[in-house]
């Protein structure tokens, strides 16, 4: 059996467009954007100023308001360390849904470990946030709630504009992580009402080591102290030269879900169903079923086995159990726990992501092929 992709929650391929934008900014146009003295500098830089325009036309901002990081771990950890820093005469209490990835939660471990007080707001058993618990957690010296936008293990896409409402009416501010929301699903900063929001180019088509933080710069007007120092780039709030083939490449990627943000719904959902109706056919049991989810996520329980086991059955298939930032870790999933679910239901799931170069036949192929693995190791 030929190999079939299913973890583009992980990563996604290089588009071919996006690698066509970047190739002459590695060796034609290798100027250093900060060399304003000479055509190689002007031409990199302006070669950022596209890539941030359309960055900041993705998700409905300003040009002004994105700052290029290194990707979206660096952007969340330059978001709540920036505010703990700018904030913390208004207090130090912080929070997040228990959900969160764990760029979040282990930079609040940290700002924990030095004196800020951090609380995690629970969740149901399809995922989804208590908002009146979040309602009544927040106090006058809550400086942040973080609250993602999908969920890169089960897909669910939080009511980040309540939540945003919630978070506004304490005067606070909110941090959201869109890493797995860009590129798959279309939406608006300002009618989410995020004040922070951070992304990745490699979730949707563009280059690994590569993303962005996006700032609000009225109503509120969010300030951030930056955590490199070494230069006054990306407006004194990001140190560090700027890497442009990749920031040309996370542009192209924007650019190219902006052209048509519909075709990846229109692609990928026919396909997560058709895989949904196997696997639920078969008896495995779908997460997260009534909560809205990104259109390319399906999170499954396979009763009575182990997902590990299942995996090495189809080298053939590539999916996980989570995420890949955890995927060394013997522990269980922390999405998992939080929603409820026991150890053994927690060991038995999987997560397949599809992307836009999927096809019918991958999805009727693994569907087949997981839940005849999956049958063969009940007996």
Known sequence: M???????NATTPVHPQVLEKMLPYFNEKFGNASSKLHQFGWQ???????ARE???KLIAA???EIIFTSGATESINLAIQGVAQSYQAKGKHVIAISTEHKAVLDTLTFLGEVGFEIELIPVNRDGMPDLTQLQEAIRPDTILVCAMLANN?????FPISEIAQIVHEKNSLLLCDATQACGKIAFDVNTLGVDLLALSAHKFYGPKGVG?????RKNPRVTILPILHGGQHESGIRSGTLNVPGIVGLGAAAALFSSDPESYLNHCLPLRMKIEKSLSDAGCILTAQTSERLPNTIHVVLPGIKAERLISQLPELAFSTGSACSSALTEPSHVLVAMGFPLPKCYASIRLSLGIFNTNEDAEEAGNSIVSAWKKLMV
Request: cysteine-free.
């Open 54 to 56: 359309q960055t900041a």
């Open 44 to 50: 990199a830089d302006a070669a950022v100023e596209l």
């Open 212 to 216: 962005a933080l996006y700032i609000r």
């Open 62 to 64: 300003e040009p002004q």
């Open 153 to 157: 293990e089960t897909g669910v896409i």
């Open 2 to 8: 030929r190999a079939i992709y299913l973890d583009n």
